[in-house]
């Protein structure tokens, strides 16, 4: 079946430093990628998904590209800030079963000042 | 534009005892999803809708947990005879459409069985 791995639990660095948080999965199909984010006490949010043009999608500094050959859609950022705190989940959607969402475990990231 | 509300917000019972969780979806959204997520971990879909129509139940605890949309709009999400297993945060999430659709989350409802 459809899985999503996050290895990193828990992520911690400096403002300003890069931001990188691994995503792989494994499909039956080629399934759309996505990033949801969840701040403290919110309530999940959509921040990237995949194109199927191969085109690499961007969102408040944030990028992922879609690498069907390693099975990955890491999430990066330059540069960290403050407020990028939270719980980032890869998510997969195979496109023929339709709308179900398969999580990855998620990845806590935490910038320090 | 009023976003996905879901109610209560927290809930504590007993084994055994039964809860109901609310959901009231975006409006003109045609898709209701039902997540449990569990403390640390990611969401688990437990069943979606199209309008008033079950597209996937598959991993609803049937014996316990049952879901209806009956106007296609509203959601009630609601165990019988709740376990301990069963805490974590019940996450309703709404679409309009399916495929490559973004889901909309609701705050969720957070329950503690003890």
């Known amino acids: 079946g459809d899985s999503v791995t996050q290895t990193e639990g828990l992520v911690t660095l400096t403002e300003g430093l890069p931001v990188m948080l691994n995503c792989t999965y494994q499909s039956t199909y080629s399934p759309f990628l996505f990033w949801y984010v969840q701040h403290l006490n919110e309530a999940p949010k959509l921040l990237l998904k995949s194109f199927t043009d191969n085109k690499r999608p961007e969102h408040q500094g944030f990028h992922a590209t879609l690498h069907k050959s390693s099975s990955s859609f890491h999430l990066q950022k330059s540069s960290a800030q403050l407020s990028d705190s939270a719980l980032y989940y890869c998510?997969?959607?195979?496109?023929?079963?339709?709308?179900?969402?398969?999580f990855g475990g998620g990845t806590r990231l935490t910038v320090r000042p | 534009e009023a976003g996905v509300t879901q109610s209560p917000r927290y809930a504590v019972l007993q084994e055994g005892q039964a809860v109901s969780f609310w959901c009231d979806p975006i409006s003109g959204h045609d898709t209701l999803y039902w997540y449990q997520q569990p403390r640390d971990q990611g969401p688990q879909l437990l069943v979606y809708?199209?309008?008033?129509?079950?597209?996937?139940n598959s991993q609803l605890p049937s014996d316990r947990f049952s879901a209806v949309r009956p106007k296609g709009t509203n959601s009630t999400l609601k165990i019988q005879s709740a376990k301990q297993g069963d805490t974590a945060t019940y996450l309703c999430?709404?679409?309009?459409?399916?495929?490559?659709?973004?889901?909309?989350f609701g705050p969720g409802t957070r329950l503690t069985v003890l």
């Open positions: 998510a997969l959607s195979e496109g023929d079963a339709g709308a179900k969402l398969t």
């Open positions: 809708f199209r309008d008033e129509a079950v597209i996937d």
């Open positions: 999430a709404s679409s309009f459409g399916t495929i490559y659709a973004e889901q909309f």
